[in-house]
C-alpha cells in the first residue's frame, strides 16, 4: 500500500497559500453579532441564500456595502424555517467567507525526494485530471463499486450524480449514521414513514413538549426554537430528561436529571402507566394501531418503581410526568431527538418514543406531528444511471436489512468498508464533512484511509481530512455560489434559492462546476447537461409555475399544499406504509429480522472507579467541527471547557479554570488539555463538553489547540444490531494533569 500521512499544508509553500493571487477585498467588516438580529442596511444590495452553517438551512437575504463587501445575512421573513431570523451561527455565517484560513486553490499530494510527503498547488485542470485518471484506474482494475462518496451539505447532490454514473451507489452521509439513521429506522418500523428534515413536531401549538436528551436552545434547530419559546409563552409543560441540567432542562417544569444509558427503562415505564391507567387514546389506539394487547403484556412489569432502581428517578415523578402528557393529549409531543446514536440499542429506545406518541393519539394531530408536505420541483433531465455491479449490501453479509434509508446513506462499518469486506473501497470522494473529528474510532478511519488508493477532498477550509487527501479540492463558500434549489419538507412545501452574493475569492470554485468538469473528463458529460448552472434552476423552477427571475426577487416561494390537510381528520380511515396497514406498536419488520419487535431493556456498562461518562453536545453558536475557526464565532466562543460535578471536583482537588487533559478507558489521552467548569448542572457521574473543538490542524489558526476533541476519546463504538448508527455514549474519561502518556490516538 502507498503510505498516506496526515499533512500539515501549512507546512508548504506557505506564501502561495496565504496570500494567494487574490486578495481579500477587504479586511473583515465591523460586524454585527447580535443573536437574532434583523436590522436591514439602508440602500445596499441584497441576494437570495439558504444557510449552510447547519443543516436547518434557513433562507435568507445576504446584504453588502457600496464596494460590494459582504457586511450582513438577515433571515427571510417568508421563511418558514427561520420567520425571518437567523440563528447565531447563520448571522456569523459571513465568517466563513472572510476566514483567511481557507483553502484557496487545488492541492496534490507528492512525495519528494526525500522521501517527505507535501501538497503541491495545481491548477483547476490538472487536479481534476489526476483525479479522473485515479478514479478511471480504479474502475479498471477493481470496478467502479469501488469507489464511494462521504459527504455532508449541498455537494453531495453533484458528486453523487457523478458516482452513480460512473457506476458506484456507495454514498453515504455521517449527518446519517452517526445522528438520526435510529431515529428514522424506528419511525419507518413504526408509522411507514420516517421524521426526515426538518422534523414535523407541532411544538408551536403543544401543550407538552416532552425533550429525552433533545437540548433545544443549545442544539440550535431554528424553527424548532422559536417554537418552543412560543409554547412556553402559552403555557405549554416542558418535561425535560437529562443528566445534565441543560438549557432546555431550566426552562421546564419537570427536569428529570436520569442516569444516563438508562433511557429506555423510563420510557417502557412511562408505556406502563398510560396502558394499566387508561390515559391512553382508545379510539386512536383501536382504529390505527397493531399489536396493543402485545404490548400491553409486554410492559406489565415495568412499574416505576422497577424503573426507579435503573433510573434514579423517583416514581411519584414518573407518575406525575406520565399524567401530564396524558392530560395534554393529543396535543402533546414526545420529541424524538436528532443525534440520537448513544448506546447501540438505540433504534430500540426510539421505537420506544414512537410507540409512546402513538399511545397518546399525537401522530397526525395539532400539537403533536403534523403531516409534512414538500414540492415535487422534478431533477433537470439526465439519461438514466447504470446499475452498481455491487452494493454495500454485498460487502455487509445480509447485515443492517432495515438500514435501507440509511444506506444510501451509510454506517460506519459499511461507509468505511475496510480490508475484511469484499467489496474493498480503494477510492473516496470527501465532499464537506471532516470524518477525522466525525466518526468514532478514528484508528478505523485511518486504517480504512491507508488502503485507498485515491482521497479525494473537496472542503471549504483545511481540515484534519485534507491532511489526508491525495488531491484537495477547494470549494469556494456557500455565499459565493449558486446551489440546487432548497426543497424541504414543512406546514407548506416552499423552495428557497441560493445564488452567489459575489465572485468567489482565491481559485476557489462551486462543486456544481467541480463535480461537471470531472464529469467531462470521465466521458459522463451527459449527465450535466445544462450550459449554465442557473439554466437548470429555470428549469427547475418553470415547471413548478416560477422562474429564476421571481426567486432572485423574493427568496422563499410559499406553495400551496396538495396531498390534503395538516391533520388527521376526525374518524379518518388511514392506510400506513407498514406490513399490516396500521402503526405497529408491535413490528412485524423487526420480528421477521430476528430483533425484537418491542423493546426490551437491556443494561449498559458503568463507568470503571475514578472514570466518568463522556458526554457531549452543542453550543448555540457552533457546528460540529466546521464553525471552531470562523472569526466571527470565535468572538463568542473561542473553546470548549469540561463540565464537571462540584464532587467530582473535590476528590479530584480541581479547580474552576484549570487545565487538564482527558484520559479515556482505552487509554487515549486528548491532545489538548481543556479547561474544568464546576457546576452542578452535572451529575456526578460523568462530565460533558461541547463537541467540534480541540483541532489539531495548524493551519487553523484560531481553531488549533483550543479545547479538546470529544471525537479523539469516543475509541469504543457501540453498534446498532439493526440499523447500524455508531453509539458513541459508551466512552468514559478520567483526569490527567500533565500529558505524561502519550498514547498514539
Ligand atoms: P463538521 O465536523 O462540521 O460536520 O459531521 P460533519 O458533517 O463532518 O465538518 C464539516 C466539514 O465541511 C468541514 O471540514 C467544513 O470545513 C466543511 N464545509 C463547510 N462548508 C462547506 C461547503 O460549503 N462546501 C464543502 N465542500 N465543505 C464545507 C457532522 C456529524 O458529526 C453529525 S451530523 C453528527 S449529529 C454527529 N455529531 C457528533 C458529536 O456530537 N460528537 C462526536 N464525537 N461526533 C459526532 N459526529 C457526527
Ligand atoms: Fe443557519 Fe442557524 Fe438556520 Fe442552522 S439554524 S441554517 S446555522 S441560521
Not at 179 to 189: K, L, Q, S
Not at 342 to 358: E, F, K, M, P
Not at 479 to 486: F, I, M, N, S, V
Request: proline content about 6%; glycine content about 8%.
Amino acid at each position: 500500500h502507498k503510505r498516506r500521512d496526515f499533512i500539515k499544508i501549512s507546512s508548504l509553500s506557505a506564501a502561495g497559500l496565504l496570500f494567494g493571487a487574490h486578495q481579500l477585498r477587504s479586511a473583515r467588516p465591523d460586524f454585527n453579532k447580535t443573536p437574532f438580529s434583523n436590522m436591514r442596511p439602508v440602500g445596499s444590495v441584497r441576494t437570495s441564500t439558504y444557510c449552510e452553517v447547519c443543516f436547518w438551512k434557513c433562507a435568507g437575504w445576504v446584504y453588502k456595502d457600496q464596494e460590494g463587501n459582504i457586511k450582513k445575512i438577515v433571515g427571510n421573513d417568508d421563511d418558514t424555517n427561520c420567520n425571518g431570523r437567523l440563528c447565531p451561527r447563520g448571522t456569523g455565517g459571513v465568517g466563513m467567507y472572510y476566514d483567511q484560513d481557507r483553502l484557496k486553490t487545488p492541492l496534490i499530494r507528492v512525495a519528494g525526494a526525500d522521501g517527505q510527503q507535501t501538497f503541491r498547488e495545481a491548477s483547476w485542470d490538472e487536479a481534476l485530471d489526476v483525479v479522473a485518471k485515479g478514479l478511471a484506474k480504479i474502475k479498471q482494475e477493481h470496478g467502479a463499486e469501488c469507489t464511494a462518496l462521504l459527504t455532508h451539505g449541498s455537494g453531495g447532490h453533484y458528486f453523487g450524480t457523478l458516482l452513480k454514473a460512473f457506476g458506484s451507489g456507495n454514498i453515504a452521509a455521517p449527518s446519517y449514521a452517526q445522528c438520526r439513521g435510529p431515529r428514522e429506522v424506528a419511525f419507518i418500523a413504526t408509522y411507514g414513514e420516517g421524521l426526515n428534515s426538518p422534523e414535523p413536531t407541532d411544538i408551536r401549538d403543544t401543550r407538552c413538549l416532552v425533550l429525552i436528551g433533545s437540548h433545544l436552545g443549545e442544539n440550535m434547530h431554528n424553527g424548532q426554537v422559536q417554537e418552543m419559546s412560543d409554547a412556553i409563552d402559552k403555557g405549554a409543560t416542558i418535561i425535560t430528561v437529562d443528566p445534565r441540567f441543560s438549557t432546555a432542562a431550566s426552562k421546564s417544569k419537570f427536569w428529570l436529571p436520569i442516569k444516563p444509558a438508562t433511557d429506555l427503562a423510563l420510557l417502557l415505564s412511562w408505556i406502563h402507566l398510560i396502558i394499566e391507567n387508561n390515559w391512553y387514546d382508545e379510539e386512536y389506539v383501536e382504529k390505527y394501531t397493531y399489536g396493543f394487547e402485545q404490548l400491553k403484556q409486554h410492559v406489565k412489569s415495568y412499574t416505576p418503581e422497577w424503573a426507579y432502581g435503573i433510573t434514579t428517578i423517583k416514581p411519584d415523578v414518573i407518575r406525575e410526568t406520565a399524567r401530564e402528557m396524558a392530560n395534554a393529549a393529543p396535543s402533546v409531543i414526545v420529541h424524538p431527538g436528532r443525534h440520537v446514536t448513544w448506546y447501540g440499542d438505540d433504534t430500540q429506545r426510539l421505537r420506544a418514543v414512537a410507540i409512546l406518541n402513538a399511545l397518546l393519539g399525537s401522530w397526525g394531530r395539532r400539537g403533536g406531528f403534523f403531516v409534512p408536505e414538500k414540492a415535487e420541483v422534478p431533477d433537470y433531465p439526465h439519461p438514466p444511471f447504470p446499475k452498481p455491479a455491487r452494493t454495500w449490501r454485498d460487502a455487509m453479509d445480509g447485515k443492517f436489512r432495515l438500514a435501507d434509508l440509511a444506506l444510501a446513506n451509510g454506517v460506519c462499518e459499511a461507509t468505511i468498508p475496510s480490508v475484511r469486506m469484499d467489496c474493498h473501497i480503494k477510492g473516496w470522494i470527501v465532499n464537506g464533512t471532516n470524518l477525522i473529528m466525525t466518526l468514532p474510532d478514528k484508528q478505523k478511519t485511518l486504517e480504512a484511509i491507508k488502503s485507498l488508493d485515491l482521497l479525494v477532498v473537496v472542503d471549504t477550509m483545511p481540515m484534519e481530512i485534507t491532511g489526508y487527501a491525495d488531491v484537495v479540492l477547494p470549494e469556494c463558500t456557500y455565499l459565493e455560489r449558486w446551489d440546487d434549489l432548497r426543497i424541504v419538507q414543512g406546514r407548506v412545501p416552499n423552495v428557497a434559492l441560493r445564488m452567489p452574493a459575489t465572485d468567489p475569492l482565491y481559485d476557489t470554485k462551486p462543486a456544481y462546476w467541480i463535480a461537471k468538469k470531472l464529469a467531462g473528463k470521465m466521458g459522463l458529460g451527459d449527465y450535466f447537461a445544462w450550459e449554465n448552472f442557473e439554466d437548470s434552476l429555470d428549469w427547475q423552477l418553470k415547471q413548478i409555475g416560477s422562474s429564476l427571475d421571481e426567486m432572485k426577487r423574493i427568496g422563499v416561494k410559499n406553495l400551496p399544499r396538495e396531498y390534503g390537510p395538516l391533520y388527521f381528520q376526525d374518524g379518518e380511515d388511514k392506510e400506513f406504509y407498514t406490513n399490516t396497514g396500521k402503526i405497529e406498536l408491535y413490528s412485524t419488520a423487526f420480528a421477521e429480522e430476528g430483533f425484537d419487535p418491542l423493546p426490551v431493556y437491556t443494561p449498559h456498562q458503568e463507568p470503571p472507579a475514578g472514570y466518568y461518562r463522556l458526554n457531549y453536545g452543542r453550543a448555540p453558536m457552533h457546528t460540529f467541527s466546521r464553525t471552531a475557526n470562523n472569526p466571527n464565532l470565535t468572538d463568542l466562543m473561542d473553546e470548549n471547557v469540561v463540565w464537571v460535578n462540584p464532587k467530582v471536583a473535590k476528590e479530584w482537588g480541581l479547580t474552576a479554570g484549570q487545565e487538564v487533559y482527558l484520559q479515556n478507558q482505552d487509554g487515549v489521552v486528548s491532545d489538548f488539555p481543556i479547561k474544568v467548569r464546576i457546576t452542578e448542572r452535572i451529575r456526578f457521574d460523568s462530565v460533558y463538553m461541547v463537541h467540534g473543538f480541540g483541532h489539531n490542524h495548524k493551519q487553523l489558526s484560531r481553531a488549533h489547540g483550543r479545547g479538546a476533541s470529544d471525537s479523539q476519546l469516543i475509541t469504543r463504538v457501540l453498534v446498532d444490531p439493526i440499523m447500524g448508527g455508531t453509539g458513541m455514549r459508551g466512552n468514559f474519561v478520567t483526569f490527567r494533569f500533565e500529558k505524561e502518556s502519550e498514547v498514539e490516538s
